[in-house]
């Protein structure tokens, strides 16, 4: 059983940066895939950004590319996305996911096994 715990949501305005954590137990942190998706109001969840379980692989969605940045830190178990020039477009609760099969997890949800609470940002225009 893996568990996930997000952090580092909030309010910001338009312009400004954030940075969101993932806090990863019950597993050996290297053998899990990541992702980040988000969920807007009355939207469907979305892909945002992904990493391979060594951090030498990324992928991100059209809308954030060249804006947020994903990492991990194998040796603290934990991931971010560090969010940049952040628009009211990207309001939105932020889960974390977890793929404990593949290498590099990809860009679908049901790829995931695991996911966290999830984590409120709302960006103020």
């Known amino acids: 059983q893996v568990q996930l715990v997000e952090s580092g949501g909030g309010l910001v305005q338009a312009g400004a940066s954030l940075r969101l954590s993932c806090a990863a137990s019950?597993?050996?942190?290297?053998?899990?895939?990541m992702a980040w998706f988000r969920q807007a109001p009355g939207k469907e969840r979305e892909f945002v950004a992904a990493?391979?379980?060594?951090?030498?692989?990324?992928g991100y969605a059209d809308s954030v590319k060249g804006r947020f940045i994903i990492s991990r830190d194998n040796n603290k178990n934990t991931g971010a996305l560090q969010m940049n020039s952040v628009e009211p477009e990207d309001t939105a609760v932020y889960y974390c996911?977890?793929?404990?099969?593949?290498?590099?997890?990809?860009?679908?949800?049901?790829?995931?096994?695991?996911w966290g609470q999830g984590t409120q940002v709302t960006v103020s225009s």
């Open positions: 996911a977890a793929d404990t099969d593949a290498y590099y997890g990809g860009t679908y949800p049901t790829h995931y096994d695991y």
């Open positions: 019950g597993r050996t942190f290297s053998s899990l895939a």
């Open positions: 990493i391979s379980r060594s951090g030498l692989s990324t």
